[in-house]
């Protein structure tokens, strides 16, 4: 491995300039490691790939997705009826490398599941199949010095999320720490759709991502990337035009899952169709 590539988050760097130089932002899709098995989860993975993620948030299946609303959550249950352990995602992730040697792939998950494995070992696992990021939802700042520090010995980037009317010292931390990016939350809340939800970034006077972008950007963090609520084109467009550098949609993305579990065609061919559309949203 070269010099270049033992720096934490170095396939973030490459996408956001590979982006930037084709006047493009990154549009990010969610969906949970195994569901609804292994199998169909790895085509599903792949066709986010093939219709042109720039990126993956990738979830691994747990018993109290506490920070989830009920999409997610049943996400995790399904994977987790379907066998789905931490090992498998291991599988599939290492899959995912082999296929795609160049997108970044994050994780999103808890706690809970790192310290299982052993924190040290956790982060040597993700590195070897080739993980660029991890994200613990649960994970306070102020004690995440034991996981930054085994994931940068491991050159996997921590991410940390930069929430709604945070205190100028969370933005501060969060910008020193995040690698590969920072996780802006558009609201606060669990994660999900609300239909009332069209104008969360509505970009007719300072909104709060905003706010909490611009001060990012004064503490040199690593690309801002909007979440929660991100279900249309038209709030990728509103995402972005708040400052973001892209946009990660995941309830909207698992719910085309679950409306197709007794047709896997059909579901591979509706996840397609919305990611072309949620990508050529990040055309400037």
Avoid: W
């Amino acid at each position: 491995m070269t010099q270049d590539k033992q720096r934490a988050g170095y396939r973030y760097q490459q996408a956001f300039a590979d982006l930037a130089a084709k006047n493009e932002q990154a549009f990010i899709p969610f969906v949970m490691i195994g569901d609804p098995n292994a199998e169909q989860s790895l085509n599903v993975i792949k066709s986010l790939i093939d219709s042109g993620a720039d990126a993956l948030e990738l979830g691994i299946p747990f018993s109290d997705p506490s920070a989830d609303g009920i999409t997610i959550q049943m996400a995790a249950l399904r994977a987790l009826e379907a066998g789905i352990n931490t090992n498998i995602c291991i599988d599939i992730l290492a899959k995912v490398r082999e296929y795609a040697p160049n997108i970044p792939i994050g994780l999103l998950l808890y706690g809970n599941l790192v310290f299982a494995r052993g924190i040290d070992t956790f982060y040597h696992d993700m590195a070897q199949v080739g993980v660029d990021s991890v994200l613990i939802a649960d994970l306070p700042i102020r004690e995440s010095l034991p996981f930054r520090d085994a994931a940068l010995k491991h050159s996997v980037a921590p991410i940390f999320i930069a929430p709604p009317n945070a205190s100028d010292k969370t933005l501060h931390d969060v910008s020193t720490y995040s690698q590969g990016y920072t996780y802006v939350l558009s609201r606060a809340g669990v994660t999900g759709v609300d239909s009332n939800d069209e104008k969360v970034m509505n970009t007719t006077e300072t909104s709060p991502a905003q706010a909490l972008i611009s001060t990012l950007n004064k503490y040199n963090a690593a690309p801002p990337v909007l979440g929660f609520g991100i279900s249309t084109p038209q709030q990728v467009k509103d995402a972005l035009a708040a400052g973001a550098s892209g946009a990660i949609s995941g309830s909207a993305v698992v719910k085309i899952i679950e409306g197709n579990l007794n047709d896997h065609t059909k579901m591979l061919t509706e996840l397609s169709s919305f990611v072309i559309s949620m990508k050529a949203a990040t055309v400037k």
